[in-house]
């Protein structure tokens, strides 16, 4: 059947392949410089140069639609500002499109939005870096140190880079241990103190109560939830893009040891706590789960349907051998002032009323790491008489003992435990087994985006 | 039309049924699932039987909440699919079908390097395509108008395809020589005589583009800065990053909950079916045409 | 090999080129996609072919990106998953949309065209759309195919999700969503068939199987070819799968499970436009080989051909 094909015309095809071809590999070998992707910058400059500011000019605001509403009270508040509100995803569950606009922008040079809002706690990162940081750092005359020494301590951790601050933060995610007190009391148990008598109680109650649960290892944030408060040095910053990954480290394989032990019993369960099976068939099962404060209203109360006066919190968990008890932090969003903002002193404004103003934060939907309005915010917590007990104490002592050698990267640790871990404890393995291919899958990642790694 | 066949045996029917049964199910399952959804309220989407029906008056509870959402912007998001799409829609039936035919029943230099780069240029990834696109668009100060979006968006090679292929196998050439040998110019030939023939192709490469063109998620984010331009895919996309499902950050009191996605997602794919029914009544009558065609 | 009557070469190549003269109208036709096709097609796969042979510095860097590229920890398996996936779409792409096309076609116009419709219906949920379907239809405890789910032993979604089973996860949603489409396409270019043929064919005896077999889809072996080539690219380019069934498992895909994912987290993560564009060109060459492969085999470029 070929033959119908003109030889001619086949022949000038391939010709003229050939010739494509023959350009395009010349080129390709016509190497004059390396090949390698700009080295990141590795020190900002010392001081911030702002651009010529123009007074009274528009800025340009990029939230999510959570937090637009906030925006816009700012809005009707300061009638004289000029502002453009644009919605986005606000690089929720786990996107990146802040990050790929802003790419996109530094390439032609014009369109950065004088203020973002991103609820990935990673962003700082990325931001903080770069010939031409997107992120002004704030601490340089852009929002006054008073106004940021009043963050809950360690708060601003996922901001600071290189002595700066790049962003502050909107709201903590303090992990704390959440128990339905209600099934607590009519077991008879106690509330644990330690994760030494965490366990025993996991393990106490496979065998009185079966099928009741203590807590989940196959959430993304598992590991922030359980290894950070381990202390496990999977992500300790040693240095502008070094990180130390240790995941054989004693802090690590005690917190494996301990899930993996009630795993195998079945107090902890290897799903998620947001996947429709485990809201239909185990949330009513849940006695105790360590996790975040966000996990009161959004999970019990939000999802689970758990009924009012059932849930509280307890104070972080600690090991007997330490000597004081420190807890984990998943997510919180960040508030950005561009540094190519021709209004900073409206950009810093708008960002500050937006994380510390009682108005907004006290009545927001998470807890703000802003101290001030986090005191407003628990006390309209406690109106609401959903917790079975005040969760204030728990909720203030827990989001200043973050323990703060787990930093914030460029890439997510809860996109590697999701995509790595939680398949392989999924396919029988234990996470003890697990830990050195985890260890690898971080380490890539790092080193991937120009991390040195030891 | 048709004439009548031999009978078929019990048997070969009896395997059609059974095949089309099969396949029924497998596509229309989980759409019936999803109309089902938008009936129930959340939880009883997660804990009642998938196939239960809740009540009508939770579809308005849910129309409620989605339509409070950024107040209605829902609307503003369909609008703005129609303005990209349609206005693609257009240019790209002006461009691609008489493209489509000249490649097909035309004689000129460079034709089979015009096919060739079609192609090539069609099976270029996506991904490799934003950044040049986003600064082309830049460089002639479109970026940020509709038109940063509309005409990527008329650029539609596949179509081209499609009609050069219905053009050059259903066709013939001689039909063309006769009506040139009559006097016909070449703009009367491609009107009078492969226009009428072309319904079924323009209906398919219209359908393909405008549902194409409606989905595309990538591009509109990329170039549109200001969310009152949003398309649907755009718009729904931040409508999932604001429920606390796919959003822990989203805090409490936030409507968006499964049954608002569903029927989110139920509105948005109305007008696509509205297009198909009327693409496929083209269809149908342009296979009449073909049939007397001889 | 020619079957159409009507196509029969009566005039042969120059016959037709005399009453055809090479003229200006092609031009005419073409003009307005031309212009198109420079703007947005040619131009940028120009620069996206220049970013993939030079640097963020606009030096020339000659296969630096590719041979870096190519080191990257994630090409290997990216490569891999997409190899395993394209055998296991295309075989089901190809046979079962020319089947059902095969079977539409030619029953009563009504049950036809409903069919038609229900089996396009998914293609309509392409986009972002689909993301709360997915979340509900991958977990066993609420899913309404649950019970198959669990008849295979998967009773969790993290089961489901298994890395093992990705390749024909993707393939059944990608099936699901792209077949409606082909399969009209499919009927369209069976109907273009005169039913002449069919019927003369009838009357010489022929059965159902050697209708299809020798004549209808040997008739619409451009159509098949064409599918078959774009269907090999978005292979190759897979990525709104994953992407979605990652968005509805909390991320238990990793993102760089297809190279086109891989060329994205390149661009958009790491900010290196230059590695993406050289794994894009990988996959347009790969792309351009299948097609190579197809258009010589089939003539898809030659007219009068049915």
New interface residues.
């Given amino acids: 059947m070929n033959n119908d094909v003109p030889v001619s015309s086949r022949r000038q095809l391939r010709h003229a392949a050939v010739a494509v071809l023959g350009a395009v590999s010349l080129l390709g070998l016509a190497a004059c410089g390396s090949a390698d992707p700009t080295p990141a910058a590795t020190s900002s400059p010392a001081a911030f140069k702002p651009v010529a500011q123009e007074k009274g000019s528009e800025i340009t605001v990029w939230a999510d639609a959570t937090r637009v509403p906030g925006v816009q009270a700012y809005q009707k508040t300061h009638p004289d500002v000029k502002l453009k509100i644009v919605t986005y995803s606000g690089d929720a569950n786990g996107a990146n499109d802040l990050q790929t606009k802003v790419q996109l922008f530094d390439r032609t040079g014009s369109g950065w939005p004088d203020v973002a809002f991103s609820a990935n706690v990673n962003d700082g990162t990325w931001a903080s870096q770069g010939k031409t940081p997107y992120a002004a750092p704030v601490n340089q005359d852009v929002i006054p140190q008073s106004t940021l020494k009043g963050f809950a301590d360690g708060a601003l951790n996922p901001c600071t880079f290189n002595g700066n601050t790049y962003c502050v933060r909107n709201d903590l995610a303090q992990n704390v241990l959440w128990y339905n007190k209600k099934l607590m009391d009519d077991f008879g148990y106690s509330v644990p103190t330690t994760w030494e008598e965490y366990q025993a109680l996991g393990e106490k109650v496979v065998k009185e109560h079966p099928g009741y649960l203590v807590g989940t290892a196959g959430d993304a944030w598992s590991a922030e939830v359980y290894f950070w408060a381990s202390q496990c040095p999977a992500s300790t910053a040693t240095g502008a893009r070094k990180v130390k990954v240790d995941l054989r480290d004693s802090k690590c394989t005690r917190m494996a040891k301990l899930l993996d032990s009630l795993i195998a019993k079945g107090s902890v369960s290897k799903d998620t706590v947001f996947s429709a099976g485990f809201v239909k068939n185990e949330a009513s099962k849940v006695l105790m789960l360590p996790g975040p404060s966000w996990f009161g209203q959004v999970l019990f109360n939000s999802t689970f349907k758990i009924p009012k006066g059932q849930i509280a919190a307890a104070s972080p968990l600690k090991f007997e051998g330490d000597t004081k008890n420190y807890t984990g932090n998943v997510g919180g969003g960040l508030w950005f002032v561009s540094s190519h903002s021709k209004n900073l002193k409206a950009a810093s404004d708008l960002v500050t009323w937006m994380a510390t103003s009682d108005a907004y934060q006290g009545t927001a939907g998470t807890y703000p790491a802003y101290k001030k309005a986090a005191v407003t915010w628990l006390a309209n917590q406690k109106k609401t008489g959903y917790f079975a007990e005040d969760v204030s104490p728990v909720f203030m002592e827990s989001a200043e003992l973050i323990w703060p050698g787990w930093s914030a990267t460029q890439y997510s640790q809860e996109a590697i435990y999701s995509s790595t871990v939680i398949p392989a404890l999924n396919s029988g393995k234990t996470l003890t087994d697990t830990l050195d291919t985890w260890q690898t899958a971080i380490t890539d990642k790092a080193k991937s985006l120009g991390y040195t790694v030891n | 039309m048709r004439r009548t066949r031999r009978p078929r045996s019990l048997a070969a029917r009896l395997a059609w049924l059974i095949v089309m049964g099969l396949f029924t199910l497998f596509f229309c399952v989980p759409v019936v699932w999803l109309l089902l959804a938008t009936t129930k309220t959340d939880s009883q989407i997660v804990r009642d039987n998938p196939f239960s029906f809740g009540s009508l008056g939770e579809v308005a509870d849910a129309w409620h909440h989605l339509y409070a959402f950024q107040d209605g912007a829902i609307l503003t998001w369909l609008q703005n699919s129609a303005l990209y799409t349609f206005g693609a829609l257009a240019i790209t039936l002006v461009t691609s079908i008489p493209a489509g035919y000249a490649l097909a029943l035309t004689q000129f230099i460079g034709r089979r390097m015009l096919l060739t780069i079609t192609m090539l240029v069609m099976l270029m990834p996506t991904a490799a395509m934003v950044l040049p696109l986003y600064l082309g668009m830049n460089a002639v100060h479109l970026d940020g108008t509709i038109w940063s979006v509309i005409l990527p968006f008329s650029f539609f090679p596949f179509g081209v395809y499609l009609t050069y292929i219905y053009f050059s196998s259903n066709v013939p050439s001689d039909l063309l020589s006769a009506a040139r040998i009559d006097g016909c110019s070449e703009w009367q030939v491609f009107r009078l005589i492969a226009m009428p023939l072309a319904k079924p192709v323009i209906a398919l490469v219209g359908f393909f583009n405008f549902v194409g063109n409606w989905n595309n998620f990538f591009l509109p984010f990329v170039m549109l800065p200001d969310s009152s331009q949003y398309p649907a895919q755009v718009g729904l996309n931040n409508l999932l990053a604001a429920s606390p499902l796919f959003n822990t950050s989203s805090g409490t009191g936030n409507q968006i909950m499964r049954p608002e996605l569903a029927l989110a997602t139920l509105v948005t794919i109305v007008p696509v079916l509205i297009v198909f029914l009327f693409s496929q009544r083209a269809l149908v009558a342009g296979m009449l045409a073909g049939a007397t065609k001889e | 090999?020619?079957t159409?009557p009507?196509?029969e070469r009566?005039?042969g190549?120059g016959g037709?080129?005399a009453?055809?003269?090479?003229?200006r109208?092609?031009?005419?036709?073409?003009s307005?996609?031309?212009?198109?096709?420079l703007?947005?097609?040619?131009?940028?796969?120009g620069?996206?072919?220049w970013?993939a042979?030079?640097?963020?510095?606009n030096?020339?860097?000659?296969?630096?990106?590719f041979?870096?590229t190519f080191a990257?920890?994630?090409f290997g398996p990216a490569f891999l998953h997409i190899g395993l996936y394209l055998v296991v779409w295309l075989a089901s792409l190809m046979i079962l949309v020319v089947l059902?096309a095969l079977?539409l076609h030619?029953r009563m116009?009504r049950t036809s065209?409903s069919?038609?419709?229900?089996?396009?219906?998914?293609?309509?949920?392409?986009?972002?759309?689909?993301?709360?379907?997915f979340?509900?239809?991958l977990?066993?405890?609420?899913?309404?195919?649950?019970w198959l789910l669990k008849s295979f032993g998967w009773?969790?979604?993290?089961?489901v999700?298994?890395?093992g089973h990705l390749p024909v996860l993707f393939t059944i949603i990608a099936f699901?969503t792209g077949a409606?489409?082909w399969i009209?396409?499919m009927y369209?270019?069976l109907?273009?068939i005169?039913?002449?043929i069919l019927?003369a064919a009838?009357i010489d005896g022929a059965n159902?199987l050697q209708i299809a077999l020798r004549i209808q889809i040997p008739?619409?072996t451009?159509?098949i070819a064409?599918m078959l080539?774009?269907a090999f690219?978005a292979g190759t380019?897979l990525?709104v799968e994953p992407q979605l069934v990652?968005?509805a498992?909390?991320?238990?895909?990793?993102?760089s499970w297809s190279p086109?994912q891989l060329?994205?987290q390149y661009?958009?993560?790491?900010?290196?436009?230059?590695?993406?564009?050289a794994?894009?060109?990988d996959?347009?060459v790969l792309?351009?080989a299948c097609?190579?492969l197809v258009?010589?085999?089939t003539?898809?470029?030659?007219?009068?051909?049915?």
């Fill in positions: 090999m020619t159409h009507a196509t009566s005039g190549r037709r080129s009453r055809n003269p090479v003229g109208a092609g031009y005419v036709f073409v307005g996609y031309v212009l198109l096709l703007a947005f097609g040619v131009l940028p796969t620069y996206a072919v970013l042979l030079s640097n963020s510095r030096q020339l860097v000659g296969m630096g990106n041979t870096r990257d920890y994630r059902l079977m030619g116009r065209t069919l038609r419709f229900l089996f396009y219906l998914p293609g309509a949920l392409a986009g972002v759309a689909s993301v709360l379907l979340l509900i239809l977990d066993p405890a609420a899913s309404p195919v649950g009773n969790t979604l993290a089961q999700n298994a890395p699901w409606g489409g009209v396409v369209g270019a109907n273009s005169p039913d002449e019927e009838r159902t008739m619409i451009k159509w064409y080539i774009l690219a380019q990525f990652s968005l498992s909390w991320g238990m895909i990793p993102d086109n060329s994205y661009a958009f993560q790491a900010g290196d436009f230059n590695g993406a564009a794994l894009s060109v996959l347009l792309g351009l097609a190579a258009v010589f085999r003539g898809l470029f030659d007219r009068d051909k049915g």
